[in-house]
């Protein structure tokens, strides 16, 4: 028995989005490590800037992540109901995609 509670149905939906592709389970991850800004991901990751750059967006529209900051110093992090649940993201070494 786990000792987590269950997310709520948004947040099992938006966890269930982000698990779908390779980048956003691996950006999510990377962000729970530490908070990043764009290049600093992209250079994490080994991702085109650009690649980076549309996943913050399409998960900060989400509302998967929070950002500080402006411009190239914006920096973001996971939104606290997904930090809470990363661990159900899984490992990305393995992902087929």
Do not use: K
């Amino acid at each position: 028995m786990s000792d987590r509670a269950a997310p709520d149905e948004h947040t099992r939906r938006l966890l269930e989005w982000i698990a779908e592709n390779e980048n956003r389970r691996r950006v999510v991850r990377a962000l729970c490590e530490r908070p990043r800004n764009t290049n600093q991901l992209a250079d994490a990751l080994d991702l085109h800037y650009r690649t980076a750059q549309h996943h913050l967006r399409r998960l900060r529209e989400r509302g998967a992540l929070t950002s500080v900051g402006d411009g190239y110093g914006e920096t973001y992090f996971p939104a606290d109901r997904v930090a809470s649940y990363a661990y159900r993201l899984g490992a990305t070494e393995d992902a087929d995609e």
